[in-house]
């Protein structure tokens, strides 16, 4: 059957109108109709999805406000304050009830009394303080060296040859034997564990990161750089480091609870800080594990370590999930 014509008649409109060229804009017919894309903004919105991220954020909010707002605000002096009751016998290993009933009702009494009569509470609080410092320099350090190595690493051939064989030979040394030799020749400062955990400790990530970089150097992209002669460093920092987000967000998130561990091992062992760090503060209270009525001693310094490493750990694997574009979908 004939399709039926529209009567234009009906439209009351003239045929100047009906009929006149349509405006074509260049510029309009290229415009994609899309909201602009934010690369934080939606690497934010992945991470707030997750309602535990909050939660998480919020734990480590308060732990760092005990860690290093708390001793501020009550003035702890490490040098007196631990020694205050000293001579007070009756003051030793207290119960957080004991502490309270001699020396009133107060935060810094809930964990009770140590060996030389000081708050338990205090203590660990001041060594979380030092031991999270110790992990976020020694981290700070290692990313910041092991990425820029590790991303001239991967693109020139030249370096790659060298710092192969650097590698090699550095990594069939256990990590852990190093830093041990290095902390015992130099005296076991705060400054001095700092660069025992960096010496080498960078050489892993740039290997991890030079990986990466091979995998997507030879790309459309890099290869075009070349050609135009753009410098190997500003391909580096500007066509291959800015795709790897995600992949240092997971290599913080691993390296700064790995950092705490080792200060509390080396502490534990006797060859750690001479600060009463999170490890210094287990090794002294060792003793006190198994005595009844003193396990809290020993366990609040290993929960309070427990704690904050495995929140910074999650927190960090799962902004690193969220800085991977393909979740921004």
Same mark, same amino acid.
């Given at each position: 059957m004939a399709e039926e014509k529209p009567d234009l008649q009906e439209l009351g409109l003239p045929e100047e109108v009906l009929f006149s060229p349509a405006d074509r804009d260049a510029l309009a017919a290229e415009r994609i109709a899309a909201p602009r894309y934010s690369y934080w903004a939606s690497v934010f919105r992945v991470f707030f999805r997750k309602k535990i991220n909050i939660v998480l954020l919020a734990l480590l909010a308060v732990l760092l406000v005990f860690t290093y707002v708390y001793p501020a605000v009550t003035?702890?002096?490490?040098?007196?304050d631990p020694y205050i009751n000293i001579l007070d016998s009756q003051s030793k290993h207290l119960g957080p009830g004991a502490a309270m009933e001699r020396f009133g009702r107060s935060l810094r009494?809930?964990?009770g009394t140590g060996a030389s009569g000081?708050?338990?509470? #205090?203590?660990?609080?001041?060594?979380?303080?030092?031991? =999270?410092?110790?992990?976020?320099?020694?981290? &700070?350090?290692?990313?910041?060296?092991?990425?820029?190595?590790?991303?001239v690493w991967g693109f020139?051939?030249?370096?790659?040859?060298?710092?192969?064989?650097?590698?090699?030979v550095v990594a069939n040394v256990p990590y852990i034997l190093l830093i041990s030799v290095?902390?015992?020749?130099?005296s076991p400062s705060f400054w001095s564990m700092v660069f025992a955990l960096t010496v080498t400790g960078w050489i892993s990530i740039a290997y991890f990161i030079r990986t990466q970089v091979v995998i997507i150097r #030879?790309?459309?992209?890099?290869?075009?750089?070349?050609? =135009?002669?753009t410098p190997?460093?500003?391909? &580096?920092?500007?066509?291959?480091?800015?795709?790897?987000?995600?992949?240092?967000?997971t290599l913080a998130a691993a390296e700064i609870p790995a950092y705490i561990s080792y200060e509390v091992f080396l502490s534990f062992i006797g060859m750690g800080l001479r600060d009463m760090s999170l490890g210094r503060l287990i090794q002294s209270a060792q003793g006190a594990m198994l005595t009844p009525g003193w396990e809290l001693e020993f366990w609040s310094p290993v929960a309070v370590a427990a704690v904050i490493t495995v929140v910074l750990y999650v927190v960090g694997q799962n902004l690193g999930d969220a800085s991977d574009p393909r979740t921004h979908l």
């Amino acid at each position: 059957m004939a399709e039926e014509k529209p009567d234009l008649q009906e439209l009351g409109l003239p045929e100047e109108v009906l009929f006149s060229p349509a405006d074509r804009d260049a510029l309009a017919a290229e415009r994609i109709a899309a909201p602009r894309y934010s690369y934080w903004a939606s690497v934010f919105r992945v991470f707030f999805r997750k309602k535990i991220n909050i939660v998480l954020l919020a734990l480590l909010a308060v732990l760092l406000v005990f860690t290093y707002v708390y001793p501020a605000v009550t003035g702890y002096d490490p040098e007196a304050d631990p020694y205050i009751n000293i001579l007070d016998s009756q003051s030793k290993h207290l119960g957080p009830g004991a502490a309270m009933e001699r020396f009133g009702r107060s935060l810094r009494w809930s964990l009770g009394t140590g060996a030389s009569g000081e708050s338990t509470f #205090d203590a660990v609080w001041y060594g979380s303080g030092i031991s =999270l410092s110790l992990a976020l320099v020694c981290a &700070a350090i290692n990313l910041t060296v092991g990425v820029l190595i590790g991303a001239v690493w991967g693109f020139s051939k030249r370096v790659d040859r060298f710092m192969t064989e650097v590698y090699n030979v550095v990594a069939n040394v256990p990590y852990i034997l190093l830093i041990s030799v290095v902390v015992l020749i130099l005296s076991p400062s705060f400054w001095s564990m700092v660069f025992a955990l960096t010496v080498t400790g960078w050489i892993s990530i740039a290997y991890f990161i030079r990986t990466q970089v091979v995998i997507i150097r #030879d790309r459309e992209y890099n290869l075009a750089s070349r050609c =135009l002669g753009t410098p190997m460093y500003r391909i &580096a920092t500007k066509n291959i480091l800015p795709f790897m987000t995600s992949v240092i967000v997971t290599l913080a998130a691993a390296e700064i609870p790995a950092y705490i561990s080792y200060e509390v091992f080396l502490s534990f062992i006797g060859m750690g800080l001479r600060d009463m760090s999170l490890g210094r503060l287990i090794q002294s209270a060792q003793g006190a594990m198994l005595t009844p009525g003193w396990e809290l001693e020993f366990w609040s310094p290993v929960a309070v370590a427990a704690v904050i490493t495995v929140v910074l750990y999650v927190v960090g694997q799962n902004l690193g999930d969220a800085s991977d574009p393909r979740t921004h979908l």
